[in-house]
Every structure is written in structure tokens, then in C-alpha cells.
């Protein structure tokens, strides 16, 4: 069964420095990877996908993320955090046989001024 | 772009009454689209696969008579809570697959809240 694992309830971060925002996946073939953000009442809004390709992908609002095989991670990634980054994120996998996103279950970054 | 519009983004009702929430993909066809609840502070539960022109699949554990659903062209989803009760509460998503132009990607509307009394 494929499976998506986010270890990270809460990520805080202080404005101006790295965040890393960790997912694992387990999957059978290869993987479809995806990023979401979601801001309070509201839908979930695209950031990036791996499908296939260089392994750093970038995404939108400055967001990368890094597909890694071998440790099958593809954690999310951005330079310089903004408190407007505070929001929570989703990683999913495509389930290849029926196009249904396997979610993880999403960590809330909060970017402190 | 990729955007998915969802009408009403609130609703509040009696129980007992019918709900429908309307899931529309403007600028992209959508031969598939999703309906997904969620509950506060979790993630998205998924409840069912639209398929235009076919019936939906239910997810384990959904209630087909309950949550219908009427895919009837390539950009309109409907669900529709039958009979609601305070416990069909929820925040609901829907979501539209852009398959036919390539990106294999899910784009999400922006949700309604459903608050039954």
C-alpha cells in the first residue's frame, strides 16, 4: 500500500531562516510527489510536484523540494521563510491506479517575526 | 492557469434539509474530480472519485444515499448532503484532475463550510 508520513506536527521557524518541512513516502514504481499549502478556511493551493526528471524541483512563493530515492524523502524546502509562509502543509502521492492523492498527515509551519 | 471554484464557500441549514455544493474547474476540463471532507486540525478524509458521464465511487465507509453526486459535463461537480445532521458538519473540498492537459495534477477549490443546526 502506498503511504505518505509527515513526522512533523509543527515546524517553527524564525523569518529570514531556512525551513525544511520533512515528508517520507512509500510507494510501489515510481513515485508521484506532491506539495500543498493550506491557509485557514481555505482549499489546498499547489506547490509543486515531482513526477519524473532533475530531482530538485522547483515550485511556487520561492518553495523547492528534493526528491531522494534512496532515502525516499521529498521534503520541502525555501531559502528564507516569510511569516506569510505560516500555514499548513500537505505532501501526497499520486496512487498511479486510481489517480487518488494519498495524504500525509500535514505540519503546521509557523514563521515567527 | 489551473483554478477550481467552489459555490457556497458557507452554509449554514436546519437538520434535516438538503445542501448542494457546487465544484467547477473554469479554465481546464475535468473528466475527474474529488470530494474530500475535512475535520478541524486533520487532514483530508477522501469521500469520493466523480467520473463525468458515470456514476461515482464511494470511498469505504461513505454513504452513497447520503453524500449524491452528479458529475454532468467536463467542469461541473455537485454534491449533495441529504437530510443533513449537525454531525455532517465539516469543511468539504473538492478538487478537479488536469489530466487532459498534461500536468497529472490535482488543483483544489477553495472549500465550503457546512454548518448544520
Known amino acids: 500500500a502506498q503511504s505518505v508520513a509527515q513526522p512533523e506536527d509543527q515546524v517553527n521557524v524564525a523569518e529570514g531562516n531556512p525551513l525544511t518541512v520533512k515528508c517520507t513516502y512509500s510507494?510501489?514504481?515510481?513515485?508521484?510527489l506532491f506539495w500543498y499549502v493550506q491557509y485557514p478556511n481555505r482549499g489546498l493551493q499547489f506547490l509543486l510536484k515531482?513526477?519524473?526528471?532533475?530531482?530538485l524541483v522547483k515550485g511556487s512563493y520561492g518553495f523547492e523540494a528534493e526528491f531522494n530515492k534512496s532515502q525516499t524523502s521529498f521534503h520541502l524546502k525555501k531559502p528564507s521563510a516569510l511569516v506569510s509562509d505560516s500555514a499548513l502543509y500537505f505532501c501526497a502521492v499520486r496512487d498511479a491506479n486510481t489517480d487518488k492523492l494519498i495524504f500525509g498527515t500535514g505540519t503546521r509551519l509557523q514563521v515567527f517575526p | 492557469g489551473a483554478v477550481v471554484s467552489q459555490h457556497p464557500s458557507r452554509v449554514i441549514c436546519k437538520s434535516g434539509t438538503s445542501v448542494k455544493i457546487e465544484c467547477r474547474s473554469l479554465d481546464f476540463q475535468a473528466t475527474t474530480m474529488f470530494w474530500y471532507r475535512q475535520f478541524p486540525k486533520q487532514s483530508l478524509m477522501l469521500m469520493a472519485t466523480?467520473?463525468?458521464?458515470?456514476?461515482?465511487?464511494?470511498e469505504q465507509g461513505v454513504e452513497k444515499d447520503k453524500f449524491l453526486i452528479n458529475h454532468a459535463s467536463l467542469t461541473l461537480s455537485t454534491l449533495t448532503v441529504t437530510s443533513a445532521h449537525p454531525e455532517d458538519s465539516s469543511f468539504y473540498i473538492c478538487s478537479a484532475g488536469d489530466w487532459d492537459r498534461g500536468t497529472d495534477t490535482q488543483y483544489f477549490g477553495p472549500g465550503t463550510r457546512l454548518t448544520v443546526l
Open positions: 466523480s467520473n463525468e458521464g458515470s456514476k461515482a465511487t464511494y
Open positions: 515531482y513526477i519524473t526528471g532533475d530531482n
Open positions: 510507494v510501489s514504481g515510481n513515485p508521484y
